[in-house]
């Protein structure tokens, strides 16, 4: 926790007591259903929060701004963001029903109001439009890209962000970059938090 607030000076008393409660919950819930992998629980601030509100660096939301979380997996980046941005709706859908069960009992725990959840494929999600898709390294760009555009609402003239795609990758991308026929605009996550497990890490925003 003390990690996160080395980056964010700006959280309320009601946002530090529920970024607090996430390592108790998720090393709780891990016993029962494995959602994280055991090396990691102990760097959840780092590898797990402190990267998914990576995003919140690089984009403000609006309130009232819908945000969709593609295979949120144990809710990375869903509920660190929806924690950050109590006025933005997130739905965090997953194929795997137990990872969701997770999801949905911490952001009961800890009071979250503005989650959702389906327990859905992401290419299955039919009549629902979202201001932004957001994921972590759960497919190829390429992919991510055909099951997201057709859930992103149409931005408004001049709007800053535009609707779009933002996912958290990692690794050499220039292959995937290519194979994918994008260009999206890439952001060096070292840049914004200098650390080492940040070092080969990117935000990717790709504008619908």
Not at 31 to 39: D, G, H, T
Not at 121 to 141: C, G, H, Q, Y
Not at 156 to 162: D, F, L, Q, V
């Amino acid at each position: 926790m003390e990690l996160i607030r080395q980056y964010f000076s700006d959280f309320t008393m009601e946002q530090i007591r529920q970024f607090s409660m996430l390592e108790p919950l998720y090393r709780e819930w891990n016993e029962k259903i494995n959602v994280i992998s055991r090396k990691d629980m102990d760097g959840l601030y780092e590898k797990h929060v402190l990267h998914s509100l990576s995003i919140e660096a690089a984009f403000e939301f609006k309130a009232g701004t819908s945000i969709a979380d593609l295979g949120t997996g144990g809710g990375f980046p869903g509920i660190p963001l929806a924690i950050y941005f109590p006025g933005v709706q997130f739905h965090l859908v997953d194929s795997i029903g137990k990872k969701l069960k997770v999801v949905e009992a911490i952001a009961g725990a800890i009071g979250l109001a503005n989650v959702t959840t389906q327990h859905s494929r992401m290419e299955a999600i039919r009549n629902r439009k979202f201001d932004f898709v957001v994921s972590r390294a759960v497919a190829p760009l390429k992919e991510l890209w055909q099951w997201s555009r057709p859930l992103l609402n149409k931005g408004r003239e001049g709007e800053n962000p535009a609707p779009g795609l933002i996912c958290l990758k990692g690794g050499d991308l220039a292959a995937e970059i290519q194979q994918s026929g994008l260009r999206p605009a890439i952001m060096e996550i070292s840049l914004l938090f200098d650390r080492d497990f940040f070092r080969d890490k990117y935000l990717l925003y790709i504008p619908r």
